[in-house]
């Protein structure tokens, strides 16, 4: 049985059964012959650890986030992909950011923030 927010993605003898995945509800397999994986349709999320990094100019900048992921296709996830439940790598994250100086993280936000003022509508 595979609950409304999951999907079963059905492999036999080791090769995807056609049809897609199955779900919600009730779907039958055969012993010794089929295994299916369930696949979780739900948004998840984790947090990254704050990290304190040094960037290219030698200035330390502290980095904290959340990841969200949502599965919309359980067949590509399963088939496609070796694990899509892996956990992020704080050393891929820590990489991203000591290549960048101070003016990468600042000029981003105060340019959101100078379209924002320049798009309202003053009466």
Same mark, same amino acid.
């Given at each position: 049985v595979v609950q409304e927010y999951?999907?079963?993605?059905?492999?036999?003898?080791?090769?995807?059964?056609?049809?897609?995945a199955k779900g919600p509800g009730i779907?039958?397999?055969?012993?010794?012959?089929? &295994?299916?994986?369930?696949?979780?349709l739900r948004t998840v999320s984790f947090d990254v650890p704050p990290?304190?990094? $040094? *960037?290219r100019d030698s200035v330390t900048v502290?980095?904290?986030a959340v990841v969200y992921y949502r599965?919309?296709?359980p067949i590509m996830a399963e088939t496609n992909v070796e694990d899509y439940r892996i956990e992020f790598?704080?050393? &891929?994250?820590r990489y991203e950011f000591e290549e960048r100086t101070v003016v990468d993280f600042v000029l981003p936000q105060s $340019? *959101?923030?100078?379209?924002?003022?320049?798009?309202h509508k003053w009466m």
């Open positions: 999951e999907r079963a993605v059905i492999f036999r003898l080791g090769r995807l059964l056609k049809g897609g779907f039958f397999v055969v012993p010794c012959l089929d &295994s299916y994986r369930k696949v979780d990290q304190e990094i $040094l *960037s502290s980095v904290d599965v919309s296709d790598n704080p050393a &891929s994250f $340019l *959101s923030a100078h379209q924002a003022l320049r798009n």
